[in-house]
């Protein structure tokens, strides 16, 4: 049976540059790093602003266009020095606040954002985008009233602004208030922002108003905008079953299916190329149009980062296909294991209990295998969260390494599996751990 996907509340932290604050210092000292940040070179930028304060090591303003370039750039620790840096040698700046929240937000230190969130609100009270982001952070913490108030807030100080509508309209709809969800995804097209997205969440919206007519509406807009969108086209054809119109659905199901195999270049003419963790300590092969995302990482212990073909942040999307890898150092230190055979039963145990909540969740098969001397496990496994969420193929695989855990899970749509299964299997035969991996 086909299954709706839903799109829910996102949590989407923005990244801010306001410098009309900061340029009555002279500001042609810093034209030629203002002038990489307009281009979006921010490595440049970041190394123009450096220059500067060779010269000059408490220039505020260098640091804290440095650290908006450094936060461009995702370092994430060096845009929290710089922002940090800005405020103790400038004045107390709302700007330079709100980034650093949102610094602080992408490495998962929520509390700490807020507290910034709260400074440049205190010194800006009509900062819509600080209202935006304190939002998110509350939002990130499951503080649905909060967010809606500062959302509502932001609203009313920037109310032509249509990110603040989708936003706002992606809570309620995790609220299960459809009604204002669909008001706000209105507002948000009416103010111009029509893309397939708006569309496609409208129409989850209509869907659960059981408006089915008008969701049916929607779904074709999302798709006639991004052919593409094989979500909408997927969820058109749930919404057609539902209104027990079963040759429409009938029709967007071979539609689907046909769109599918076209997107999909056959395994053995994909170029591969390695991904190595930042510490160098292990890497895999995945074709070469695939990228690595870093996690935040909320222990010194425990890293973690994505391979994907798909353009997303991680704060605020889910990941449809890739692969999630990441490294548990000294388990012992914290879990009462003292093998690598005990290892891996705590890592069955978990994944049983995290996923306990799940409609499905059911592993085909199961092999234990040997990696450099090392033992591993190695699952196929499917999930679904429930019954309007799609079911995700996984391979599950887990490498006991002395007091360490290394876990590889690769994903993909049940509905696309066998032809995704290929380029995982390849894959994990070329892991490789490096010599001085910390055993």
């Known amino acids: 049976m086909e299954n709706i996907k839903f799109r829910g509340v996102a949590v989407v ?12 210092q002279g ?11 307009v281009a979006r070179q921010f490595e440049k930028a970041a190394e123009e602003y450096a220059k500067i304060l060779i010269k000059d090591p408490k220039d505020a303003y260098a640091f804290y266009k440095r650290g908006v370039a450094y936060l461009y750039m995702n370092n994430f620790d ?21 980034n650093r929240g949102l610094a602080l937000s992408y490495k998962g230190k929520i509390q700490e954002a807020l507290d910034d969130f709260n400074k440049a609100i205190k010194l800006d009270a009509g900062f819509a985008q600080a209202y935006i982001n304190r939002g998110s952070a509350y939002i990130a913490l499951n503080d ?104 429409e659905a009938e029709k967007d199901r071979q539609l689907l299916n046909q769109k599918r195999n076209e997107q999909f270049t056959p395994v053995d003419k994909l170029k591969f190329k390695t991904f190595t963790s930042n510490e160098g300590e292990l890497s895999i092969e995945l074709p070469e149009n695939w990228k690595i995302i870093e996690m935040p990482q909320f222990d010194s212990l425990k890293t973690e980062f994505i391979i994907t073909p798909e353009d997303i942040n991680p704060a605020s999307q889910g990941m449809t296909i890739g692969v999630t890898v990441g490294i548990m150092k000294k388990l012992s230190s914290y879990i009462p294991v003292s093998s690598e055979p005990e290892i891996l039963e705590f890592w069955k ?49 887990a490498i006991a390494w002395g007091d360490n855990l290394i876990y590889l899970y690769y994903q993909a749509p049940e509905s ?24």
């Open 13 to 24: 932290f923005l990244i801010i540059i306001n410098i009309g604050t900061m340029l009555s």
């Open 27 to 37: 500001s042609e000292i810093y034209q030629t790093g203002d002038s990489y940040m």
């Open 78 to 98: 060096a845009a929290i020095a710089d922002f940090t840096a800005s405020l103790k040698h400038g004045e107390e700046d709302p700007d330079s606040y709100n």
């Open 144 to 247: 649905y009233g909060k967010a809606i108030k500062d959302l509502d807030k932001a609203i009313k100080l920037d109310p032509k602004n249509p990110e603040i509508f989708i936003q706002r309209g992606r809570l309620y709809y995790s609220t299960e208030k459809y009604d204002k969800s669909v008001k706000d995804y209105s507002s948000a097209i009416a103010l111009g922002l029509a893309n397939s997205k708006v569309y496609f969440n409208r129409a989850n919206s209509y869907y659960k108003l059981n408006k089915f007519e008008a969701a049916v509406k929607d779904y074709t807009t999302a798709f006639e905008l991004d052919p593409d969108d094989l979500e909408a086209l997927n969820n058109r054809a749930y919404t057609y079953k539902m209104m027990n119109k079963e040759e």
């Open 349 to 397: 145990g978990s994944m049983n209990m995290s996923n306990e909540d799940m409609l499905i969740y059911k592993v085909y098969w199961q092999r234990h295998l040997q990696l450099f001397g090392h033992a591993t496990i190695l699952n196929r496994s499917t999930i679904q969260a429930s019954e309007n969420h799609i079911s995700f193929g996984l391979y599950e695989y």
């Open 416 to 439: 696309n599996f066998d032809y995704f299964e290929k380029i995982f299997e390849k894959s994990y035969q070329t892991l490789k751990i490096s010599d001085d991996f910390d055993v």
